[in-house]
């Protein structure tokens, strides 16, 4: 007995055989790292395909915000009861135009009623704001008249030069009503240069940098009415495109006056 445990031992001393039976072939290992891959790239596509779709469900909702909030800045500088069009419908395009401190080019928006314009909303920079440039939007009846004015971006400093805030302060309101025709060109300055506009509290650089860009949007626009009250309503912004004074030989030169250098 002790002969024939020996002689199965020796032909298969430690198991072989069972473990043979047990270990995985190479065959299945590979089914494994295939079914493993095959999983991952599921689970990838799906999760790619639901980041997709939760994007466009929200892409229209953050769309329908985004217009929402610019009909409200044009809201508050263009009266109501003085246009029946759709403000972000009927837009236009200008070029670059240094007058209005634009680099490139921006979107402007006509007010109509019954398909006569009433009040122009114009892109404007004022590039030499205390912290950096300040954008803002200035509205201009058709007689040349200041209806409002909004800033819409800016980095002046908290508790002085953030005060042309309507949330801050009322002072961005002085604007209202005035035009070249009401208030001379002298006085198209802050107190403190001898001018007629208030200057903040603290805050001189960041005042005096929008009322010489209010008065230059003014310039910009008694030069370009005609223009102006030329474009067709209606049109789509590609096809509306304005070019600035600088850019057109005939314009009036008598229109080109700029305030007087200011000092700090």
């Known amino acids: 007995m002790k002969k024939e445990a020996h002689n199965v031992n020796h032909l298969d001393p430690v198991g072989e055989h069972a473990l043979l039976e047990d270990a995985p072939s190479e065959t299945s290992m590979k089914n494994s790292i295939f079914r493993a891959a095959l999983g991952l790239g599921l689970f990838a596509i799906i999760t790619a395909g639901l980041i997709a779709l939760t994007q466009l469900i929200t ?52 007010a109509s009623q019954n398909g006569q314009a009433s009040h122009f909303i114009l892109p404007v920079i004022a590039p030499e704001g205390y912290s950096g440039p300040i954008k803002l939007i200035v509205s201009i009846n058709t007689s040349g ?17 953030d005060k042309i805030d309507t949330k801050k302060s009322d002072w961005i309101l002085g604007f209202n009503g005035k035009s070249l025709d009401n208030t001379s060109s002298d006085a198209w300055h802050v107190k403190k240069d001898g001018g007629q ?13 929008i009322v010489r860009s209010v008065y230059q949007s003014l310039v910009y626009f008694r030069a370009q009415q005609s223009s102006l009250l030329g474009q067709s309503l209606g049109h789509t912004a590609s096809e509306q495109v304005l070019t600035t004074p600088e850019q057109q030989a005939h314009s009036p030169k008598k229109l080109q006056q700029t305030p007087k250098q200011e000092g700090e």
């Open 145 to 161: 008249i200041v209806n409002g004015v909004r800033v819409i971006e800016h980095k002046e400093t908290p508790g002085l030069g």
């Open 59 to 110: 892409e229209d909702k953050i769309a329908l915000q985004i217009k929402k909030a610019r009909s409200k800045a044009l809201l508050e500088i263009v009266p109501l009861n003085s246009f029946n069009n759709d403000l972000l419908e009927d837009a236009f395009w200008l070029k670059a135009t240094k007058e209005l401190g634009l680099e490139e080019a921006s979107e402007a928006f006509v």
């Open 197 to 209: 506009f208030d200057q903040l509290t603290g805050a001189t650089i960041t005042p005096r940098a």
